[in-house]
């Protein structure tokens, strides 16, 4: 199930029109007051672009999908709902500190920023051979510049024109 390969190819407009949708969506929420709702979904305008950015081929691996996407997913959602949790449960200040923290921030910088930037960074480091960069990849962009490079050089020669100082 999880050596499958999801084709985006064609959904990549799709996809970035979903961006644009979650931005507007966060900003009215916001402005409407919803700002717990607007957090929530925040969580989700990261999806878009990392199906276009980790897929390869137009093709992304349901892998990636599940680790590290689900689970930064879940430590995101999990630190805002507990920091909601903890801010209205301790408005002021609590009996307890969770490393130096209040609790409400504990959760944030754990989940959101250490167990997120963790998640990925392990991800980053899994994946990276098989999924970030395959073999061959690397040689096909590097050809690619080289083509472009090339392109570039005969059409400026051509269109260029002399200047008398």
């Known amino acids: 199930m999880l050596d499958g390969y999801v084709d985006i190819e064609s959904r990549t407009s799709e996809l970035m029109l979903a961006s644009g949708v979650l ?93 997120g930037f963790m998640t990925v960074t392990l991800a980053y480091g899994l994946y990276f051979r098989t999924y970030f960069l395959p073999e061959g990849e690397w040689d096909r962009f590097l050809e690619e510049v080289e083509q472009v490079k090339a392109e570039t050089n005969t059409t400026g020669q051509s269109e260029s024109a002399e200047v008398d100082d």
């Open 23 to 115: 931005w507007a969506a966060v900003l009215a929420l916001g402005l409407a007051g919803r700002w717990f709702v607007a957090l929530l979904l925040s969580v989700f305008l990261f999806h878009p672009w990392f199906v276009i950015g980790a897929s390869s081929g137009g093709k992304i691996s349901t892998k990636l999908l599940v680790y590290p996407l689900g689970v930064w997913t879940g430590l995101q959602l999990s630190a805002f709902i507990l920091v909601e949790y903890y801010a209205n449960a301790f408005s002021g200040a609590p009996d307890f500190l969770i490393t130096g923290m209040h609790p409400s921030f504990a959760a944030a910088y754990w989940l959101y920023w250490v167990g």
